[in-house]
Structure formats: structure tokens, C-alpha cells
């Protein structure tokens, strides 16, 4: 349970939390970068200041993403891993990053969700794509297409090597 509330804070004034967390994929519909986040593990701790009125938080977040292929489409495993540090305020905030809290419950899940958004790629590629050609055209690799240049001869210069040149004549 990652909703804490300010009487809870008061009492102890430091929280630790370890725990997996899911995000349904209709959360996902309208972002065609991610399909699905898997095994996502959030480790941390709060620290409430009662002097300031301030609950600060910070957490190591990891788990999978389910990304699609830039080429082809086809879902890549992506793992992750990020910090995140906020704070809340259950007063007007005092700058910022501060974020203000609507009643007595500090809930971290809006924040993880963004932090991990943070996190998608922008592009990712499958390391073994599916085949990709079709009529009058391939997908080649770097190394096959420089053998290629390299094996052709350019038909604009055939003319060019019937032609000598004076430093050839004089040896």
C-alpha cells in the first residue's frame, strides 16, 4: 500500500516501503510507446517534517516495460530501473516540486506512474527483427551494404580507366 495518511506520518515520522506494484494496460491505450509495465518493484522511504508540514519522499523503481519495435512492431522485453524524490505538502507548497495534498492521504502511485513514463524509450529495436523484405526490397545489414558499395563499380566512371594519364606515361 503505497497511500499514506498524515496522522500515520505524525506517529512515526519515517516510512520504509518495499513493494510490487501493477498498472492495468488500458492505462496504456492512448501511448503508443509502452504496451505493458511488468514486475515493477518500488523500494524507498518518507521522512515526514512536522515543523514544515512536509512529507519527503525517495525510492528506487525497477521492473519490465513491453515495448513495440521501432521496425517491426513486435513487443521487446525492456527492462528499467529510476530514482524518484518528491515531496508533498499538506500546506500551500512552498516551491514548486512540492506537490499540494488534497485531504490527509499522500498516495505515491500518481508520481511512480509519471516517473516511470519518465523512463520509455523513445525508440527501441528488436536485437533479432523479423524478416524484413518484400517486392524489390530488403532490409540489409551496414556491413552487407559497405561490401555492397564496395563490389559495384560506378558505370560513370568506365570511361575514366580508358583514360591515361601523363604521370603513367613517363615511368
Known sequence: ML?????ELQ??????????VSFPKTVFQNDSRINELKDVLIV??????SELDIFAVSAQISGIMIVPCARSLQEVVYPFSCD???SYSFKTPITAEEIAVNGVTV?????????????VP?????????????ENWEVISEADYQKELSDKN???????REFEF????EE
Do not use: H
Open 84 to 86: 524518484m524524490q518528491v
Open 107 to 119: 498516495d505515491l502511485k500518481p508520481e511512480i506512474f509519471l516517473s516511470i513514463m519518465g523512463e
Open 166 to 169: 601523363e604521370d603513367d606515361q
Open 3 to 7: 497511500s499514506f495518511t498524515k496522522l
Open 122 to 134: 523513445l525508440k527501441v529495436t528488436a536485437v533479432e527483427p523479423l524478416n524484413c523484405s518484400g
Open 44 to 49: 524507498g522511504s518518507g521522512y515526514y517534517q
Open 154 to 160: 560506378d558505370p560513370r566512371l568506365t570511361k575514366l
Open 11 to 20: 506517529r512515526t515520522n519515517k516510512v520504509e516501503f518495499s513493494e510490487t
